[in-house]
């Protein structure tokens, strides 16, 4: 399931400019975002399921996880990625890949309106947990569309924020909705397939209780670590660096997913 339908060239010189954890040791997730054709749910997902069992059937090492978009513009799409890659791993997956797509071409193609792929690595660095195993019930996405000559301000001030919140031992670790209860966060970095520069922040939520709101700001915790001078020049300074933000809520869906 590499890519069927869009065709995504690999462009490592576009992370050099705002990505700042070591390259030669990166963890890389593709993931495909795939829209049914209307009417057409019911067999987008019967295609997925028959598909996963072929990976299983052709022993494929990589693991596919599948999201169902609930909230937000493209709710009814679904999310398809795989995680913790290597750049080389795509390479080596070449031959294997060319047997998917044929596969992917005969269950799912037909029942499609469309489909694009998109590459993203882990920011590490800024993360405050690692990927999960096993996958929570929810994901939040929070994405950021962040100014080209802010990049740098970005990411310094997201490392501001973590120390800031390990310190407190904070009970959320969502940027976005630190009056949010639960969940662990990551940071990736979109580096191919889309308007950039990109990040988007990650939140596992097992419930909608993770939801509930807790009293205390993430302005509140800058200043009581930093003081209010440069706590607040910290919140104003990551909030001029991008434009808007974009969220939704998915909904894991194991019965589609392959996990070798």
Known sequence: MICFVALCFLTVASISQTQTTDLTDVSVAQIMFEVPKPGRVEEYEQGIKKHMAWHKSNHDKWTWQTWEVMTGRDTGSYIIGTFGHRWEDFDDLEEFSKAAKDDFNKNVTASLNSSSCTFYVLRTDLSLSPEPNPQPKYLQLNIFAVRPEGARE???????????????????????????????SRWYFMTNGG?????????DRNSYKDFRPVGTSLDEVMEKVYGKEEGDAVMSNVRKTFTHVYSELLRYRPDLSYNP
Do not use: C, D, W
């Open 154 to 184: 970005f990411s310094q001030s997201i490392k501001k924020m973590n120390a800031a919140l390990r310190k407190t031992n904070f009970v959320s670790e969502s940027f976005l909705s630190p009056n949010s209860a639960g969940g662990r």
């Open 195 to 203: 308007e950039g520069p990109q990040y988007v922040l990650t939140t």
